[in-house]
């Protein structure tokens, strides 16, 4: 879904609520005492009891801004059921009497933040007379919903009738597609509201996300932006980290972090959060070191700004440890540090030790859901990636049951995950027979310098190997009953999976065909058709 900037919606709100705390003209005693009340009220949260106190009122005491008051509170709360009782009331309150234009707008912000955008359109197009505030007040609700078409056709209505304020343009340029982006973007180039760092910040983000991988073109574009601006903001600083980390370029979201601190600019926990990300995509291997210095840092930073009780920032910051290569033990000390913790680092935790200590990973898994966090999508996918770490296939089991039991059992990726595991467990198992007969792994092929253990685990893991065991899990449904497995792969086979195959036709007692990328293997009782040359 399609997000406006953030900062422009709020500085709209702001704007088109200010007048309703102005002093009521023409009104009597009752109906100011009435106001001051309900906004009292409203404004602290308590909502109900402002409309108790307004419904037990009499009519001639509820002013038009004392309406807009409520229908904005119920906007600001997202609260649309008591929004459409007090819209009935009022109708039926004033059934002859046409509606103010002041409080029609705010009905209008009131559906549609709410994201009741069919009857915020239906009270737009009823009324006789329309000032900047309700066009804008729909395009900003259709630009919320993420419903670009309707956000863009409307915005071009709007042009014919009056002229576009800042939050209309950022709106429309968060929501609309490139094109559509880089029509309105000359717009508000003619008409000078380029000038406006709502409008800047919206197009920064228009073009980042535009651009995919590649910093070419659109990318360029957002960055031209964010040279032009004269005035910046927090947004528009973040804006462009997260764009510069959305493209896969760290280092230049960290230059732009160490250009935004250099320049004394206060930053928040949303520009840590990017700036971690950026850290650990952009440091790897030989150059981990340098990131993890720069992940200490923002830790340092983090703690002195107070941002580390941000669930959020403590997240990324396990994150960027772990894919860095800091030790999970550190890691966790780290996360049970946070004083509260969501789904999202409980999912965090659990992936960092999935790849390094899989059985850890699985009882993190248990335990969080002993807390009573329901896993989604996500976990789940993380946690049976680290079943197929273990040598047993009841971890995969276990864990399977509940994806059943919470309605994933229909999701390919999934069930795909939980194939590889049990694949990898077999193949484990499977190898270990095979030594039994002569079978001894290859471990000078292993790529990586790591214990001798782990190298012959990276060698039971090779896909020629998975596609055997999972062929066997799934013997009942192959072609023949499965006299003849046949596996295709678009490289060529190793040394290892080569004498691999050729004990596992003998000890399964059936014929292997694998297809490499040169030609055919046809093994049969410890023999090869290609007589060990390939």
């Not at 309703?20 to 009435?34: F, G, V, Y």
């Not at 990131?291 to 920032?313: A, N, P, Y």
Request: aromatic share 10%.
């Amino acid at each position: 879904m399609s997000r406006p900037t953030t900062g422009g919606w709020y500085l709209f709100l702001r704007s088109f609520s200010s007048s309703i705390h102005s002093q009521l003209p023409n009104s009597t005693p009752e109906a100011n005492d009435l106001f001051n009340k309900v906004r009292v009220l409203s404004t602290g949260g308590n909502i109900k009891e402002a409309l108790s106190l307004f419904y037990s009122t009499p009519q001639l005491n509820q002013s038009q801004q004392t309406y807009a008051t409520l229908f904005h509170a119920c906007a600001r709360h997202g609260n649309l059921k008591q929004g459409q009782y007090l819209h009935q009331h009022m109708i039926s309150e004033n059934p002859k009497k046409p509606q103010d234009l002041f409080v029609t707008n705010h009905l209008i912000n009131m559906f549609a933040k709410c994201g009741d955008l069919d009857s915020a359109r239906q009270v737009f197009d009823e009324m006789d007379r329309r000032n900047v505030v309700s066009w804008t007040a729909l395009i900003s609700g259709y630009a919320q919903q993420g419903r670009s078409y309707e956000c863009f056709s409307l915005f071009s209505d709007m042009l014919v009738n009056c002229s576009p304020n800042e939050f209309a343009f950022a709106s429309v340029i968060t929501s609309c597609d490139y094109v559509c982006g880089k029509q309105v973007h000359a717009l508000a180039l003619k008409t000078g509201l380029i000038a406006s760092v709502y409008v800047g910040n919206a197009l920064i983000t228009r073009y980042s996300k535009s651009c995919e991988d590649n910093f070419v073109g659109d990318g360029s574009e957002a960055c031209r932006v964010f040279e032009s601006m004269e005035f910046r903001n927090l947004v528009s600083w973040n804006s462009m980290i997260a764009a510069f980390q959305h493209w896969k370029l760290g280092g230049l979201a960290i230059d732009i972090f160490c250009q935004m601190h250099g320049g004394g600019v206060e930053f928040d926990g949303a520009t840590l959060v990017s700036v971690l990300s950026s850290l650990s995509e952009s440091y790897d291997g030989d150059n981990a070191d340098m990131g993890l210095k720069g992940c200490f840092q923002l830790h340092c930073v983090s703690i002195k700004r107070g941002f580390m009780l941000k669930i959020e920032l403590a997240t990324a910051l396990v994150k960027a440890y772990s894919d860095l290569g800091w030790q999970v033990s550190d890691c966790y000390r780290l996360f049970m540090e946070t004083s509260s913790r969501d789904l999202v680092s409980w999912t965090g935790i659990i992936t960092a030790f999935a790849d390094r200590e899989p059985e850890s990973a699985v009882f993190l898994f248990r335990q969080m859901y002993r807390e009573g966090l329901v896993p989604d999508w996500c976990t789940f996918s993380i946690v049976l990636k680290a079943c197929a770490g273990l040598v047993t296939e009841r971890h995969a089991l276990a864990i399977y049951s509940q994806v059943v039991k919470a309605g994933f059992e229909d999701d390919r990726v999934l069930a795909n995950t939980l194939i590889h595991a049990y694949a990898r467990c077999g193949s484990i198992s499977f190898s270990k027979q095979l030594k039994g007969v002569g079978y001894v792994p290859e471990t000078s092929l292993a790529l990586q310098d790591i214990e001798e253990e782990h190298k012959q685990e990276q060698l039971y893991h090779h896909s020629e190997k998975l596609a055997l065991v999972f062929a066997l899990m799934n013997e009942g449904s192959l072609r023949g009953g499965g006299a003849v497995i046949r596996i295709v792969k678009n490289i060529r086979i190793c040394v290892d999976c080569h004498n691999f195959m050729k004990l596992a036709s003998d000890l399964l007692h059936k014929e292997i065909v694998v297809r490499d990328s040169n030609r055919f293997h046809h093994f049969k009782n410890r023999m090869c058709s290609c007589n060990d040359y390939w």
